[in-house]
């Protein structure tokens, strides 16, 4: 082998293409680990997708309309017995949690059964709330005919929206003994 450069060549050009392949080889390996990260990531991330666009009609469009409307009554009811008490600080508070309930059902984009119902909450009821709160503390304030004004909104609401079944007046009892109405 000593004589024979021939050989020597050959012994040379093996020993190279080992370490090239060696390196090649080493950096297939790590080519291949931070795809399979990339993979797993993707899918991931195609998985959230989906999800999302499952999810994602169920808190826009079908917001539980009834719910809202439980919660308008026990503060409608208790609005009249914080306006017999004259107590003005707890009126504030039952207009604005009303206002609050309102204003979600208002922007919530509600159609139901050809009836708009978020535009009917924007003109009949928000517009009455806004109008007995802007009373408050001037010379026009009147609570009765504002509380009277505001039950005749709920009911012209429950007709045009097709429920005029569904019938509001002034309570004559509260739903809860265990609260104060006095200032
Ligand atoms: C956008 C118009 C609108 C306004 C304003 C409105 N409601 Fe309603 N209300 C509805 C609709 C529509 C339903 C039926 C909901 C359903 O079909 O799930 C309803 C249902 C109800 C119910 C039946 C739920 C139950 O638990 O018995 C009550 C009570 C109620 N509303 C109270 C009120 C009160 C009190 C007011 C006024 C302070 C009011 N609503 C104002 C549209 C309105």
Redesign the pocket.
Known sequence: MKNNPLLWVITALLAASTVYLFLEINHLREENKSCSEKCNSAQTDSFLTTADTIAKPIDEDEI???????R??V???KLYFAGMENNIKLIEFYLHE?EEE?ET??EAG?I?DE?H??????N???E??HSFQKTLGTPEYNFKKSYDL??V??????T????EF?K?KTPTSLPFSNQEFKP
């Open positions: 539980e309309l009834v719910h809202y409307m439980t308008i009554q503060f409608h009811n009303i309102m059902i208002a509600i139901d009836v119902i978020s535009d009917n909450m924007k009949l009821g928000l009455q709330i505001l039950t909104t709920c009911n012209t609401c429950h045009a929206s097709k429920h569904i509001i």
